[in-house]
T-cell receptor
Framework: GQNIDQPTEMTATEGAIVQINCTYQ??????LFWYQQHAGEAPTFLSY??LDGLEEKGRFSSFLSRSKGYSYLLLKELQMKDSASYLC??????????WGAGTKLIIKP | EAGVAQSPRYKIIEKRQSVAFWCNPI?????LYWYQQILGQGPKLLIQ????????DSQLPKDRFSAERLKGVDSTLKIQPAKLEDSAVYLC???????????FGSGTQLSVL
């Protein structure tokens, strides 16, 4: 079967750095997405990786290793507004999106 | 650019009643998705349209759920009759093509009592 694993919840301190991991087992791979979802709101796009390596976009970076079936989202200089759930999703060989359950990130002052 | 529009924002119904949700995707987006999201879980795909054709409805409970996308633009999702376990947020999303990133609407929070 197809599976995406993420930690259920993480806690970090304002101003710090946090890394949210995602491991996947899918039938084929055509890209990996990270979305941010604030409580009661719709998911919003953060990043897309299709090749191995690190993609940096401001305070957020996303890393992919296709051989290991592994990705992480790195958030730097954490702000209170970063408190949200972070969803990892993989496009399989049929270009269908497989979603993880999300990681709830709690930022403390 | 206008985003994905959904209505209503909230809906409360009793079990065995029917309910309908409406979605207007971003102009020019050929692919439209309906997702069900239960609190604490990731989105679950109910149905995916490419223009006005169905690409994937393998997880749609067809005995009670139906969806259509007339003219390849707006879409409606209907539940009849509703069950308690249908309480969830129903998200509509659209993309230029199946390969591209998804843009989500604000969702409809459904409570079935």
């Amino acid at each position: 079967g197809q599976n995406i694993d993420q930690p259920t919840e993480m806690t970090a301190t304002e101003g710090a750095i946090v890394q949210i991991n995602c491991t996947y087992q899918t039938s084929g791979f055509n890209g990996l997405f990270w979305y941010q979802q604030h409580a009661g709101e719709a998911p919003t796009f953060l990043s897309y990786n299709v090749l191995d390596g690190l993609e940096e976009k401001g305070r957020f970076s996303s890393f992919l290793s296709r051989s290991k079936g592994y990705s992480y989202l790195l958030l730097k200089e954490l702000q209170m507004k970063d408190s949200a759930s972070y969803l990892c999703a993989v496009k399989d060989s049929n270009y269908q999106l497989i979603w993880g359950a999300g990681t709830k990130l709690i930022i403390k002052p | 650019e206008a985003g994905v529009a959904q209505s209503p924002r909230y809906k409360i119904i009793e079990k065995r009643q029917s309910v309908a949700f409406w979605c207007n995707p971003i102009s020019g987006h050929a692919t439209l998705y309906w997702y069900q999201q239960i609190l604490g879980q990731g989105p679950k795909l109910l149905i995916q349209f490419q223009n006005n054709g169905v690409v994937d409805d393998s997880q749609l409970p067809k005995d009670r759920f139906s969806a259509e996308r007339l003219k390849g633009v707006d879409s409606t999702l209907k539940i009849q009759p509703a069950k308690l376990e249908d309480s969830a947020v129903y998200l509509c999303a659209s993309s230029v093509s199946p390969n591209e990133k998804l843009f989500f609407g604000s969702g409809t929070q459904l409570s079935v009592l």
